[in-house]
């Protein structure tokens, strides 16, 4: 004590912390009351007033001086220590020591430090470090336009993975683990899916200290302990919970009971939870070949423990990489890369990611003798037990995981199928170094991927800019002979140039040589061009599946010309039985109708553009009684009526399906600067609003007419066409009822005029009951060749910021030719608070109260209020939102139920703490809209109409943030 007091102690400026050390902190007795200690609790405040530094020296005193059991390391020092010199040089104090005195120099002179930092930059770990150099050829760095185009590109690249991938290192001690993943996006799980998990491989905890290519780590359950109590307490929890798994990998040896015994609360009370064992088996010659084993036996089945609340609730699915269903047990057989094909780090490079915890004692005999392949002899693999990128997208997939807490990282295999799937991943390292080595080796990985044209995140642009000159970019490959030839000498390709082939199988779509390097013709059964027969056969025989199509078209023409001719007799009896009538044949044609899917696969696996564009032309004739273009037309569209042209130095907008325009309202709210060339809207009188709000250069009412398709062209082009197909408050007769052609028009549109990029909304129900129809519109989008094309459902108060429960699917186009960046959806954002949408004082209050109510809407209400009365609570002093108009009312605390159609024309919901319902103002508002905003142009419409247009519309900031991810990916705004 008095040796850290003379020597450490002095450099401290505050005087006063200085003498509070000597008064308190230099006796062992007062040091204890003033600091606590185990069993007796003391007031801590009073360090509030003292900066980081000064709380390092004072835990420093708690461990070093007054430690009631001091660690090994500390022991070990003292022991062998002659005088206190040699016990303050060792390398535990001293780095406690010099961790206190860095701190206090960067409070003294933050400036000093930083200039410190950046000049360590130069010396900068080339392990840890990713630069254009290590990334592409020197020679297209001389170019300056070229350097600074690439480096925009690496920063986009690492912007792209930093949004979904995390590293940590771990700490021994729960509450700081606790305090490091608080700031990350573990309290937001899941983000997608079902659950999130904590993964825990005990292959990776560590390594074994002595032959850790054939040996496993033991167990060690404090670890685990300490990684599922910091994972559960840092998202406020204690348990697991009905969105948390624990899967835990037990290295081949029979590890359930002690997984079972090891889940425990803090206060060490067994965790209630629910155990499903799977088998994860591994192919037996991959194993050898990395084991390099030369004797002894070969495990090949490992057990994958998985621990929910009440039991697995999977949806009944195939595998998406493996053989089987998710209701199986056996997973597999999962074939693991051998060591020289992984990811390899230096031997000091791997003592570094290790760190002081990383080697693990292991004791008992070895599986069996073997060393290291002869060609790694000068590196080590990061992980000895490193599992295939497939095998962890087949774990996200098969237990819809929407985010992943990896406890034993030591590669990036795990990351790279979150990054693929796009659920967000946390990996906890067993040092600050290896962290620092993962995200550069994962920002490389992502890298190429940017650069590979069969990946989803590849970036066209990036990649004629780095192929400029035939050096990094994907060149075409040498042709060969024999069975695979033509396959090598097409595939790699970019557009120019032929694979030619004798085979059976075509090649895909594109077979060509490289810009460098060109790709010969091969001679074997998979050459590059060639096999019409089969695929052509196999287009002919799923169309041929689709049967009388004709008759099912008609039978939908019927149920459209009745419909309108009920409604000019206004016959309300009998347009309610012939409706009734009608349903029962939709139901009838749904069940006749035979499975697409034939189709569409044809469709995509076709041998060449045209032969795939052939497909869909037929699809949609056959199906959906559209016909797309055979020709292509130019940007101007084909030949028809004039039409008023636009100035070009806005962006162009156009729209179908307008309602109120809301995409226009989302450029105004992002401050982009535009010009509305197109827009189009069945109803009048909303058209006339529309129109008058926005002043449209060309406005139609119709937008299947061929007057419509002779429009002009724009950049963007939104449309969000009829839900009522295919919402669950419509008829959900999907494509039978004629509002559901509407989106073949839309495609019809986007072929002729081909927009910079496209946005389609729909309800998100379209992606869960009408799935089918979803993947016809994708594979048609697909074959058009045009566009990299993305979708997902998103929900508006977890998106777009407004306390209004509203999932929309999103379908977004981005032509390749004009994708400068990979699109990337928004990301979640904290919602607004309700009250701020709701007044406790309005004018007319009493024509929204209770009095105006039916009896349904009372007795719903009575119901609600009994229902939470139940739980404790008190309806009228709650933020509750209560859908109140339907047969079985429900309520939704401090967000709003959808608003839909019929929900919003009725005045909206119940507002239990405001005992009214909503006024049009308010709706508009749940929807982002002001009523400023539409001024007195509604006038010549009622008050209902308007609130139905604004239950009919999407979100204005959600769609403003989809708007915005779409227009950076194209390189319309920053």
Excluded at 836 to 841: I, L
Aim: glycine share 10%; charged share 25%.
């Amino acid at each position: 004590m008095e040796y850290f007091v003379t020597n450490v102690l002095c450099k401290f400026p505050r005087e006063s912390f200085k003498d509070m050390v000597k008064l308190n902190l230099t006796n062992h007795n007062i040091f204890r009351s003033f600091c606590g200690s185990e069993g007796k609790e003391v007031d801590l405040s009073w360090q509030g007033e003292y900066t980081d530094a000064e709380i390092l020296v004072v835990q420093f005193l708690k461990v070093a001086v007054f430690g009631k059991t001091p660690d090994p390391h500390f022991k070990t020092i003292l022991k062998g220590g002659t005088n206190i010199e040699d016990v303050m040089l060792s390398q535990k104090v001293a780095d406690l020591v010099s961790e206190i005195l860095l701190k206090l120099e960067a409070e003294i002179s933050p400036g000093k430090v930083k200039e410190s930092v950046l000049a360590a930059d130069d010396d900068e770990d080339p392990e840890t470090k990713v630069s254009l150099e290590s990334l592409v050829d020197s020679e297209l760095l001389e170019d300056e336009e070229n350097a600074k185009e690439l480096q925009e590109h690496l920063r986009a690249v690492k912007e792209y993975a930093g949004r979904f991938i995390t590293f940590r290192p771990f700490e021994q001690s729960v509450l700081k683990t606790q305090q490091l993943l608080e700031g990350t996006v573990l309290q937001k799980f899941p983000v997608r899916g079902k659950y999130w998990c904590v993964w825990y491989d005990t292959k990776t905890q560590g390594e074994s200290s002595a032959q850790p290519h054939c040996r496993c780590p033991p167990y060690q359950k404090a670890t685990f302990k300490k990684h599922v109590h910091a994972a559960f307490q840092a998202r406020g929890e204690t348990e697991i919970t009905e969105e948390t798994l624990v899967m835990c990998m037990d290295g081949f040896r029979s590890l359930e009971a002690q997984f079972s015994k090891d889940l425990v609360l803090p206060s060490g009370d067994v965790m209630m939870k629910s155990l499903n064992t799977f088998q994860v088996a591994y192919d037996e010659k991959a194993l050898r070949t990395r084991k390099c084993l030369t004797r002894g036996m070969v495990s090949q089945v490992e057990g994958l423990h998985v621990y929910s609340k009440e039991g697995l609730a999977l949806t009944d699915r195939e595998r998406k990489t493996y053989v089987g269903s998710t209701h199986g047990s056996l997973i597999g057989p999962v074939v693991v890369s051998p060591f020289r094909g992984g990811f390899l780090v230096s031997k000091e490079c791997k003592e570094k990611m290790l760190g002081e915890n990383g080697k693990v004692l292991a004791g008992g005999p070895c599986q069996g003798q073997g060393s290291l392949p002869g060609d790694i002899e000068d590196m080590l693999p990061a992980s000895f037990y490193s599992l295939p990128t497939a095998f962890y997208i087949e774990m996200i997939h098969s237990f819809e995981l929407g985010g992943v807490y990896d406890s034993t990282c030591m590669d990036v295999n795990f990351a790279l199928a979150c990054l693929k799937s796009k659920v967000p991943y946390i990996g906890s390292c067993l040092s600050e170094y290896a962290c620092e080595v993962l995200e550069a080796e994962v920002v490389r990985a992502c890298w190429k991927e940017f650069l590979t044209p069969e990946s989803e995140l590849y970036d066209v642009n990036l990649h004629k800019l780095v192929d400029a000159q035939g050096t990094q970019g994907v060149k075409g490959a040498k042709g060969g002979k024999g069975k695979k030839g033509g396959k090598k000498g097409g595939k790699k390709g970019t557009k120019k140039g032929d694979g030619k082939g004798d085979g059976e199988d075509p090649e895909p779509e594109e077979p060509g040589q490289g810009t460098k390097g060109g790709g010969k013709p091969g001679k074997g059964s998979k050459g590059g061009k060639g096999g019409k027969g089969n695929t052509e056969a196999s287009i002919m025989q799923a169309l041929a599946s689709l049967g009388n199509q004709h008759c099912q078209l008609s039978l939908i023409e019927g149920f459209r010309l009745r419909d309108l001719e009920l409604r000019k007799s206004k016959d309300t009896a009998q347009h309610r039985r012939a409706r009734e009538e009608e349903k029962g044949e939709a139901e009838l044609a749904l069940r006749k109708m035979p499975d697409v899917s034939l189709v569409t696969s044809a469709v995509s696996e076709s041998s060449s553009f045209e032969a795939s564009l052939g497909a869909a032309q037929l699809l949609c004739h056959l199906v959906f009684a559209v016909v797309m273009p055979g020709d292509r037309c130019d940007a101007q569209g084909p030949q028809g009526p004039q039409f008023k042209h636009t100035d070009s130095s806005g962006l162009r907008v156009g729209s179908c399906c307008s309602g109120l325009s809301a995409e226009l309202l989302a450029l105004e709210m992002l401050r982009v600067s535009f010009v509305s060339c197109v827009a189009c809207e069945i109803d009048h009188k909303l058209l006339n609003l529309n129109h008058a709000m926005h002043g449209h250069c060309n406005v139609f009412s119709d937008c299947c007419t061929e007057e419509f398709l002779a429009s002009p062209s724009c950049d963007l082009f939104v449309a969000g066409f009829p839900c009522q197909p295919f919402s669950k408050a419509g008829n959900n007769h999907g494509i039978l009822d004629p509002r559901g052609h509407v989106i073949f028009w839309i495609l019809r549109w986007l072929w002729l005029h081909k927009p910079l990029c496209f946005i389609l909304e729909n309800v998100g129900n379209f992606a869960q009951q009408h799935k089918e129809t979803l993947d016809m519109i994708i594979s048609i989008l697909t074959v058009m060749n045009i566009y990299h094309v993305e979708w997902k459902v998103l929900e508006n108060s977890a998106v777009g910021w407004l306390p209004q429960h509203r999932e929309r699917i999103f379908i977004c186009g981005v032509r390749k030719a004009s994708l400068l960046r990979p699109f990337v959806w928004p990301g979640d954002v904290a919602m607004l608070p309700l009250r701020n949408y709701f007044k406790e004082n309005i004018q007319h209050q009493e024509e929204l109260g209770m009095d105006s109510l039916n009896n349904t809407e009372k007795n719903n209400v009575q119901k609600l209020a009994a229902n939470v009365a139940k739980q404790g609570w008190i309806l009228g002093h709650e933020e509750y939102v209560c859908d109140i108009s339907g047969s079985v009312p429900h309520a939704m605390w401090g967000v709003s139920p959808c608003l839909t159609v019929t929900r919003a024309g009725s005045s909206g919901h119940w507002l239990s703490w405001l005992e009214r319902k909503m006024t049009t103002r308010e709706i508009l508002s749940l929807q982002g809209i002001s009523l400023e905003r539409v001024g007195d142009y509604w006038h010549h419409m009622s008050e209902r109409q308007l609130r139905r247009a604004a239950g009919n519309a999407v979100p204005v900031p959600l769609l403003a943030r989809v708007i915005k991810m779409v227009l950076i990916a194209c390189g319309k705004v920053h």
